[in-house]
């Protein structure tokens, strides 16, 4: 039976900071979280708990047996409905090559110099502590920035965590990125409201497939 997140506890395994894969999004690690963050009081606070999201394992073939659900819109499959994009970013042909949604897709999201994109605001608990996604640059390597963006009811930004690194030419999953949500949720009444923005900084970058982490117990 495929595991749902309510009905399963939080991992006592540790992440930290993560440890770079071969091959991996190199330095996109989200520094200063344990330091508590300014209160996020989302409207999803005003639940008690997120919807049931359907678990997978995406991430075993790097040695990463953690359960993951995909981000709303984060195959590129369905275009650009999810995401508000900005610059010449846009939803182009071309998937992750490993299949890890269950099948070879034909789409992913296509980041030249500048442009950016933002994911819809994704309702999370303290167990959803880490997030992954798959990426490559459209020549040698190219420079991407990501960020966490926490809102609160009047939809202004509370909390952002962002960091930098280089994709290289080849697809490859990112390390293990922190969301920073234990200390911003449990302060805002158990659930808060993020979104994900990817930046190029230089030359033309690929996402696919972006994955959050409940951290569930196995």
Known sequence: MVPIRSRMMSSGKSVGAFAVLAGSVAGLTLAGISALLPVATADAATATTCPETTLVQPFVKWQDSGYYSLVAGGSFEAGEPAWTLSGAAKVASGSETFAVTGKLGKSSLSL??????????????????????????????????????????????????????????????????????????????GVADLSITFIATKGTARIDDVYLDPRMRR
């Not at 999370?124 to 798959?134: A, C, I, K, L």
């Open 112 to 189: 030249p110099e500048g442009a950016s994109a933002q994911s819809q605001l994704i309702c999370v608990e303290p167990n959803d502590r880490t997030f992954r996604f798959f990426a490559r640059s459209e020549g040698t390597s190219a420079n991407v920035t990501v960020k966490v963006v926490y809102e609160n009811s009047a939809k202004k930004t509370s909390v952002t965590l962002t960091k930098s690194g280089t994709v290289s030419s080849s697809w490859a999953p990112s390390g293990i990125l922190e969301t920073g949500v234990p200390a911003s949720s449990m302060v805002s009444g």
